[in-house]
């Protein structure tokens, strides 16, 4: 099994710029999470769907963030716009039990210029 | 400005010699515990889980030890290698509703092995 994959591994972009971050889970997984990491905050969950559904979406820091997961294989997080306290990396994980051995991406490294 | 981030704490050993990271929890709800490795420019990579159920268990040179008296996990690592240099993170969750899916993560521990 190829593990989840996230792209782009590394986004620079511009203040006020639209990004999509993409993630593919690992076949079978019915849980997905996206998750942010910081060195003023750690590693925070922002977001976790079960079966494409979003269940707990209370981490999003605010509206310019989006997630959405139009079939099992695939889910975005979208923020527009961006803003230079958004840099940070951002990763996807994915897991058959829920909370059990969630399973994380390489993770996509965003800087906010 | 000066950028201030979480100071982690860290723990420095000889190659050989066995590791003990600790974690301290919050929720006396949490019944479910995991740790996880993260090496620099990695995502976090699964070790191992217990129960609440559980005080203890054991897989390969890896030991984790529950003591939910006083909210306390513990990582062991036998015979530490200089692969085992990374970022150790415990991470808790506890049942129930829309917390089920959510992992609440430590802030990590740097452990540095030493040839």
């Known amino acids: 099994d190829a593990g989840v994959i996230q792209s782009p591994r590394h986004e620079v972009t511009e203040m006020g710029q639209e990004v999509t971050l993409r993630c593919k889970p690992i076949s079978g997984h019915d849980y997905l999470f996206w998750y942010r990491q910081t060195m003023m905050r750690g590693l925070e969950l922002l977001i976790y769907?079960?079966?494409?559904?979003?269940?707990?979406d209370s981490g999003m820091p605010e509206d310019r963030f989006s997630a959405k997961m139009p079939n099992a294989s695939f889910s975005t997080l979208k923020i527009q716009p961006s803003e230079p306290r958004d840099s940070a990396v951002y990763f996807c994980a994915s897991s058959f039990y829920g909370r059990d051995k969630q399973y994380f991406g390489p993770g996509t490294r965003l800087t906010v210029t | 400005g000066e950028s201030v981030g979480l100071h982690l704490p860290t723990l420095s050993v000889q190659e050989g010699d066995n590791s003990i990271i600790n974690c301290a929890y919050s929720?006396?709800?949490?019944?479910?515990f995991i740790w996880y490795k993260q090496e620099s420019g990695k995502g976090p990579q699964f070790i191992i889980d217990?129960?609440?159920?559980?005080d203890k268990r054991q897989g390969q040179r890896v030991t984790v030890l529950l003591n939910k008296t006083v909210k306390h996990l513990s990582l062991q690592i036998a015979a530490t290698q200089p692969g085992d240099s990374a970022v150790y993170f415990c991470?808790?969750?506890?049942?129930?509703?829309?917390?089920?899916?959510?992992?609440?993560f430590g802030q990590g521990t740097i452990l540095t092995v030493h040839p």
């Open positions: 769907f079960n079966n494409n559904v979003p269940i707990d």
């Open positions: 217990i129960r609440s159920n559980m």
């Open positions: 929720n006396s709800a949490s019944d479910y």
């Open positions: 991470a808790e969750a506890s049942a129930g509703g829309t917390s089920y899916g959510k992992l609440t």
